[in-house]
């Protein structure tokens, strides 16, 4: 059993210095549009309003400057209830996690301005590969449950949008300058030009981060920049932006052994690299550069319609390098040398394992607000239909660079490519009926065609291709009792394909079947002046969910298996009250029961050869604690104003 330390940085201390230059911006020639608009120059048809029956929680500006230094997106997302975050090297910097209802990353859907962000064949995020990101973060949004996900796979735990549209009408820079325990630092730089002549913008960021890392060897070095520009009128707008993250990490995600865990001597102990005689070898690390390229159109066609279109391309490279001991020639398809008139069976050696890979495609959506009201209606419905078409192309491949014996250097020991299309079309329709009462529907098809190299039925390499369409509804109702009371409920269907490995470890006749899940939300939201308070309910059904059970299939490798039938179910609990004028308490509770109806679980007997079948009967679902607690008091030592702001914040977190 393994465990991943997080020891986010005892002490941190960040110095910025701001300089708002007035020679780019004048306020009589120069009228500054209103925010609202200029927040809305992306439809972002991913994301649900302030009144939304889905359970949701928003991270403004304000907030992810207040609390952000220079900690990965999963620990800066923690106060979010039911979320549980993990970091390899122990201090919340390099690679991490998070699971939000006990649903890993795969599982979580994520889009930056509606575009996914999701990785198309392992549907994992690696918030490592673009360092510095909630920096350049106009508002990040999380949906808990299925959510209103209409680009990318879709979610089963939870929705995370991130919002970079925002175009800030001042001209400013910055200067931040960030130092932490475990030898972390961060040094960025950004500027904004503001409105120039009240149509056009330009932004920057340029950054930094370095960390040793709580866990030995642990070490990141990561460097991004963001470059942005955009057009506005009456009538239009236009945005381009380029992010791009270089990493370079230490591996440390073998994980740690659970009875280190308690001896301060080993629970820093990172077995990577240690595969080598004497000292670690210094250059297990993972190397990746990854490129995003966004454009987004907007154009109100009439007074009542508006058209978005989107764009985007992404550029991935990178290895993973890793000294390996005692490997056998054979399992990299290489004869094995005689050595005098010995026949040499293993040998030491490092490989590199790349990933070379490209994502694009195009988004659309068409919004539509009638200026004339139905009698019983509040105010105008609004219609959105949109779709989305992307295309991955990825090849994957390894390399031997150093060998003992036998194996010239670069020799390549796998070579194969991957392509997946996925398109979708959705239509989406919002009703604000009098007496407070609200309602939506959402109706989206998907369709996935995904091509591999995997195995046949005897095990030989062969052009392979997987086609699955899905239809995912979606409904919502909420009823403002009063200003003070609030009662939504939620129901929604997600379908999801397996994932890369589940493809190529198999033959179509072991191959596993797509996952259902069955989603329903229902809540309480109550406010009374300083106090408000939230309280939701789920039961999510799951249908064939995908599990490692212990069995080895028809080509030798570990599988996920369709679990006939389990389920999550619990009640989250989030409150803030104002004590005094500066002082504020926020907390958040999730309860919830997690499991399997039926579970086979196949172990490894070492003595027979083979393997022991246990039948479990509802069994707890792994890594879903059913209990998550937090706890968080902010002091406003010097209240926010235009000149200076200092606050304090104390936390604590539980699970168990």
Same mark, same amino acid.
């Given at each position: 059993?393994?465990?991943?330390?997080?020891?986010?940085?005892?002490?941190?201390?960040?110095?910025?210095?701001?300089?708002?230059?007035?020679?780019?911006?004048?306020?009589?020639?120069?009228?500054?549009?209103?925010?609202?608009?200029?927040?809305?120059?992306?439809?972002?048809?991913?994301?649900?309003?302030?009144?939304?029956?889905?359970?949701?929680?928003?991270?403004?500006?304000?907030?992810?400057?207040?609390?952000?230094?220079?900690?990965?997106?999963?620990?800066?997302?923690?106060?979010?209830?039911?979320?549980?975050?993990?970091?390899?090297?122990?201090?919340?910097?390099?690679?991490?996690?998070?699971?939000?209802?006990?649903?890993?990353?795969?599982?979580?859907?994520?889009?930056?301005?509606?575009?996914?962000?999701?990785?198309?064949?392992?549907?994992?995020?690696?918030?490592?590969?673009?360092?510095?990101?909630?920096?350049?973060?106009?508002?990040?949004?999380?949906?808990?449950?299925?959510?209103?996900?209409?680009?990318?796979?879709?979610?089963?735990?939870?929705?995370?949008?991130?919002?970079?549209?925002?175009?800030?009408?001042?001209?400013?820079?910055?200067?931040?300058?960030?130092?932490?325990?475990?030898?972390?630092?961060?040094?960025?730089?950004?500027?904004?030009?503001?409105?120039?002549?009240?149509?056009?913008?330009?932004?920057?960021?340029?950054?930094?981060?370095?960390?040793?890392?709580?866990?030995?060897?642990?070490?990141?070095? *990561?460097?991004?920049?963001?470059?942005?520009?955009?057009?506005?009128?009456?009538?239009?707008?236009?945005?381009?932006?380029?992010?791009?993250?270089?990493?370079?990490?230490?591996?440390?995600?073998?994980?740690?052994?659970?009875?280190?865990?308690?001896?301060?001597?080993?629970?820093?102990?990172?077995?990577?690299?240690?595969?080598?005689?004497?000292?670690?070898?210094?250059?297990?690390?993972?190397?990746?550069?990854?490129?995003?390229?966004?454009?987004?159109?907007?154009?109100?066609?009439?007074?009542?319609?508006?058209?978005?279109?989107?764009?985007?391309?992404?550029?991935?490279?990178?290895?993973?390098?890793?000294?390996?001991?005692?490997?056998?020639?054979?399992?990299?398809?290489?004869?094995?040398?005689?050595?005098?008139?010995?026949?040499?069976?293993?040998?030491? *050696?490092?490989?590199?394992?790349?990933?070379?890979?490209?994502?694009?495609?195009?988004?659309?959506?068409?919004?539509?607000?009638?200026?004339?009201?139905?009698?019983?209606?509040?105010?105008?419905?609004?219609?959105?239909?949109?779709?989305?078409?992307?295309?991955?192309?990825?090849?994957?491949?390894?390399?031997?660079?150093?060998? $003992?014996?036998?194996?010239?250097?670069?020799?390549?020991?796998?070579?194969?490519?991957?392509?997946?299309?996925?398109?979708?079309?959705?239509?989406?329709?919002? *009703?604000?009926?009098?007496?407070?009462?609200?309602?939506?529907?959402?109706?989206?098809?998907?369709?996935?065609?995904?091509?591999?190299?995997?195995?046949?039925?005897?095990?030989?390499?062969?052009?392979?291709?997987?086609?699955?369409?899905?239809?995912?509804?979606?409904?919502?109702?909420?009823?403002?009792?009063?200003?003070?009371?609030?009662?939504?409920?939620?129901?929604?269907?997600?379908?999801?394909?397996?994932?890369? $490995?589940?493809?190529?470890?198999?033959?179509?006749?072991?191959?596993?079947?797509?996952?259902?899940?069955?989603?329903?939300?229902?809540?309480?939201?109550?406010?009374?002046?300083?106090?408000?308070?939230?309280?939701?309910?789920?039961?999510?059904?799951?249908? $064939?969910?995908?599990?490692?059970?212990?069995?080895?299939?028809?080509?030798?490798?570990?599988?996920?298996?369709?679990?006939?039938?389990?389920?999550?179910?619990?009640?989250?609990?989030?409150?803030?009250?104002?004590?005094?004028?500066?002082?504020?308490?926020?907390?958040?509770?999730?309860?919830?029961?997690?499991?399997?109806?039926?579970?086979?679980?196949?172990?490894?007997?070492?003595?027979?050869?083979?393997?022991?079948?246990?039948?479990?009967?509802?069994?707890?679902?792994?890594?879903?604690?059913?209990?998550?607690?937090?706890?968080?008091?902010?002091?406003?030592?010097?209240?926010?104003?235009?000149?200076?702001?200092?606050?304090?914040?104390?936390?604590?977190?539980?699970?168990?």
């Amino acid at each position: 059993m393994h465990f991943s330390l997080h020891a986010p940085p005892l002490t941190a201390l960040t110095l910025a210095i701001i300089a708002v230059p007035t020679f780019l911006f004048s306020q009589k020639n120069n009228p500054v549009p209103d925010s609202a608009v200029l927040k809305t120059v992306v439809i972002q048809a991913t994301r649900t309003g302030e009144h939304s029956p889905v359970p949701h929680n928003n991270f403004s500006r304000e907030k992810l400057e207040t609390f952000y230094q220079a900690q990965d997106m999963p620990m800066l997302l923690t106060s979010v209830p039911s979320l549980v975050e993990n970091s390899d090297a122990g201090n919340g910097i390099g690679y991490t996690g998070m699971r939000i209802r006990g649903s890993d990353p795969t599982r979580i859907n994520v889009t930056i301005n509606g575009i996914p962000l999701n990785d198309a064949e392992s549907q994992g995020v690696f918030w490592v590969d673009l360092p510095d990101l909630a920096a350049s973060a106009a508002e990040i949004q999380v949906q808990r449950g299925v959510g209103t996900s209409s680009n990318g796979a879709g979610a089963f735990g939870a929705t995370v949008n991130i919002d970079l549209s925002r175009i800030d009408p001042l001209p400013n820079a910055c200067i931040t300058n960030t130092l932490g325990s475990f030898g972390t630092r961060k040094h960025s730089a950004q500027f904004g030009s503001g409105l120039i002549h009240g149509r056009w913008a330009f932004s920057g960021r340029l950054s930094q981060i370095y960390s040793n890392g709580y866990v030995d060897r642990a070490t990141a070095n *990561l460097k991004s920049y963001h470059l942005s520009g955009a057009y506005i009128d009456d009538r239009q707008s236009f945005l381009l932006h380029t992010l791009s993250g270089h990493e370079v990490t230490y591996q440390a995600w073998n994980g740690l052994p659970a009875q280190y865990l308690d001896d301060p001597a080993l629970r820093t102990f990172n077995s990577a690299g240690t595969e080598r005689p004497g000292a670690p070898y210094p250059d297990e690390v993972d190397d990746y550069t990854q490129k995003y390229y966004l454009a987004h159109y907007k154009r109100l066609l009439f007074n009542s319609l508006q058209l978005q279109l989107n764009g985007h391309y992404t550029r991935g490279f990178g290895f993973y390098e890793q000294y390996k001991a005692d490997q056998f020639f054979e399992d990299y398809g290489f004869d094995p040398p005689h050595i005098a008139d010995s026949l040499l069976e293993q040998t030491d *050696l490092i490989r590199r394992r790349w990933l070379d890979n490209h994502f694009y495609g195009g988004t659309f959506a068409l919004k539509w607000v009638p200026k004339i009201n139905p009698p019983a209606l509040q105010a105008a419905p609004e219609f959105i239909l949109g779709g989305a078409f992307n295309r991955y192309d990825g090849r994957h491949y390894g390399e031997v660079i150093w060998a $003992d014996y036998g194996i010239s250097k670069d020799a390549r020991y796998y070579d194969n490519n991957a392509s997946k299309y996925d398109g979708n079309i959705f239509g989406k329709i919002e *009703l604000h009926f009098k007496q407070g009462l609200s309602t939506f529907a959402d109706l989206q098809y998907r369709q996935i065609r995904y091509t591999f190299l995997g195995y046949d039925q005897f095990q030989r390499p062969v052009a392979q291709m997987a086609r699955l369409n899905f239809f995912n509804p979606k409904l919502g109702l909420t009823w403002e009792i009063n200003p003070q009371y609030t009662v939504y409920a939620f129901w929604g269907i997600g379908r999801r394909e397996p994932n890369r $490995d589940d493809y190529t470890q198999s033959t179509p006749a072991s191959r596993p079947m797509p996952e259902t899940l069955f989603d329903w939300e229902a809540g309480l939201k109550w406010k009374q002046g300083t106090w408000q308070a939230t309280i939701n309910l789920f039961y999510m059904k799951y249908l $064939d969910q995908l599990v490692l059970d212990g069995r080895i299939n028809d080509v030798g490798a570990y599988i996920r298996t369709n679990v006939a039938s389990s389920y999550r179910t619990g009640a989250e609990l989030e409150t803030s009250f104002q004590l005094f004028p500066t002082l504020r308490f926020l907390g958040n509770l999730a309860l919830s029961r997690n499991k399997v109806s039926e579970f086979m679980e196949y172990l490894d007997n070492w003595d027979t050869g083979g393997q022991e079948l246990i039948r479990h009967q509802n069994t707890d679902l792994a890594f879903s604690p059913p209990v998550v607690a937090r706890g968080e008091i902010q002091w406003d030592i010097l209240p926010n104003s235009e000149k200076h702001h200092l606050a304090v914040s104390l936390f604590r977190k539980i699970r168990r």
